[in-house]
């Protein structure tokens, strides 16, 4: 934690640090960090004073760079203040260090609100959650959006069905789920990113990339089943209703039982729309898959 330290009037800033929360010279307070040595001087060297800054976020920032990095840093900034005679002008690489921009900011706060919120609705993560009683039903909602039942119901409808386009919907459906998985694993296997801690790790059949929660996997598969089941299904009008409110409660469900952050399923419903389009676009017919099979034999 930084602490604040009056910084004498004398030690002003020369005008480049402007817009890093610099504030007036007079009165104004400097964070220093605790694990660094406070100089001896009562008036700290320009070149220190600059590069850490009176915003607490950059010193934070600065906190996290790689030794490398710092090094290379501070290098640049002594060069600047000698070769410049005492007037100080950041290089243009570590001004951009000092303002953290926008949208790095923007995507920050909504990483921490997501956090919290996903925290406080993880209501069903164990039995001894708020809602745990209700955890049992979760699961079998989380069973309903696995890969393995959908994938041995497509099978067998299409195993059944008396009618080549029957058939044919139902290979789809089955070509579709397994580029789901294809894509569901090689986007958690780039972006990595952790399942929220407060996750029992207790869920049936699983891959290793399922150790990561981003996207989620449930809701992917059900916002891309829904949208086949609506497009390729004649249903009644309370059927279709019921369908969409499935592919909802299997996304609410993973937020619920603690298996997910709030983005992962956002980001999951946005893959499986999409993933939809893609299906449309690779679509097999039954000449293509004709063709396909001669080319092998
Ligand atoms: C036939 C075959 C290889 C089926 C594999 C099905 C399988 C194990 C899918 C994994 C489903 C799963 C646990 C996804 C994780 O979902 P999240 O919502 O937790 O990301």
Redesign the pocket.
């Known amino acids: 934690m930084p602490s604040p330290r009056p910084v004498r009037a004398g030690s002003a800033r020369s005008s480049s640090v402007s817009g890093v929360g610099g504030g007036n010279s007079g009165g104004r307070y400097e964070f220093m960090s605790l694990t660094r040595t406070p100089p001896l001087s009562p008036s700290p060297p320009s070149h220190l004073l600059q590069r850490q800054g009176s915003d607490p976020t950059t010193a934070r920032l600065r906190a996290s760079e790689s030794p490398n990095r710092r090094r290379r840093g501070s290098a640049s900034s002594n060069a600047s203040t000698s070769s410049t005679g005492g007037v100080q002008q950041l290089p243009e690489e570590d001004c951009m260090h000092l303002n953290p921009s926008i949208i790095s900011v923007a995507l920050s706060s909504l990483l921490a609100v997501d956090l919290w919120l996903s925290k406080r609705l993880g209501v069903c993560a164990c039995e001894e959650s708020s809602w745990g009683s209700a955890r049992p039903i979760m699961k079998l909602v989380e069973i309903s959006g ?3 039942p959908w ?1 041995i119901g497509a099978a067998y409808c299409m195993y059944k069905s008396d009618s080549a386009a029957g058939q044919e919907v139902m290979l789809n459906l089955l070509m579709a789920l397994v580029l789901d ?1 294809v894509l ?1 694993t090689i986007v ?1 296997a780039l972006v990595r990113r952790r399942r929220p801690a407060h996750n029992r790790m207790d ?5 290793s990339v ?1 150790r990561y ?1 981003f ?5 992917t598969r059900a916002a891309m089943c829904a949208r086949f089941l609506l497009a390729h299904l004649v249903l009644a009008a309370p059927l279709r209703v019921l369908v969409m409110l499935w592919a909802v409660f299997v996304g609410l469900s ?1 937020v619920l039982l603690g ?2 952050n709030v983005t ?1 399923v956002a980001f ?1 419903f946005f893959m499986g729309y999409c993933q939809y389009n893609l299906v449309e676009v690779l679509w097999l017919s039954p000449a293509t898959l004709y063709s396909m099979m001669g080319q092998l034999e």
Not at 203 to 207: E, I, N
Not at 215 to 219: E, I
């Open positions: 696995h890969g393995i994938i998985l569901v958690k869920m049936f059949a699983t891959f399922d929660s996207p989620s996997g449930h809701a993973r298996r997910h992962d999951g």
